[in-house]
């Protein structure tokens, strides 16, 4: 269970989202004794933090085969993110604009601490199984979108989302230092593009554009992404213009977002 220092400073509540964190990352139903295993906290701690998440919805317990599973409260909260929090609504039309006129699979993600994670895809024409997909979370230094947003980080940010980077070498591409990261970083500034050859899944190379907000600030960033046997470089190259112009229009729509007026969606929660 990968809790990040989450149990050393926020009690309770650090513990049980490191519990949802944990069933989450399972991907399927898991059972008890597996989440006991990988578990930084004693056994009657973990069942104690368990029943509460089941009690209150957050997670379900299956009786008959003793699994723990995401329950529909928690659903239906990661709906209401998707859809207040997270570039995907504001976004969709352009990735559906960007994937018809390209025919490649298209990806949309944010940061989450320093790691990269997919919002929104849209499968090319012809599609390739791949790693990504929307909700699963991946590195950032050896991924298309992970290097254009943190190309774009403020120098404390980048320097503490360098610090969370495994740097685990996943192809013979795969940049694994720090300082080279740190060149490779500046000439994406330089470029306002980023690439991916083949450094996270051999095969796989993509280009990628940051979405900024406000002040330019990283919102996120938008990918094309395709077979290395089918797409050679100088054809996905070509796709910069196209990109950089679904990430502008993204960027254009989310400076222009509102919150609804206060005054009209006032609601006193204490009397809901």
Known sequence: MNVENRQSGDGTVGKALAVLDAVAAAGRPVRFA???EDSPYPKATL???LQTLVSQGMLDLDPD??????????????HSAWAQSSLAPIARPH?????ADVGETVHLAQLDGGAVLYVDKRNAARPVQMYSEAGKVG??????????????????ELEAALARQSWHRFTGTTITDPDAMRVELATIRTEGVARDRQEHEPGIACIAAPVLGPGGRVQGAVSITGPTDRIPAAALEAHIPRLRRAADDITRDLRDWRFPDEREERHDWRHA
Do not use: H, I, N, Q
């Not at 990735?95 to 994937?99: F, G, H, P, T, V």
């Open 95 to 99: 990735l559906d604009a960007l994937s």
């Open 139 to 156: 590195p950032a230094y050896c991924t298309g979108v992970g290097k254009a947003m943190l190309a774009f980080l403020p120098e404390p």
């Open 47 to 49: 069942y104690r933090l």
């Open 34 to 36: 597996a989440l006991l």
């Open 65 to 78: 085969r003793g699994t723990y599973s995401p329950g529909l409260r928690l659903v239906r909260m990661a």
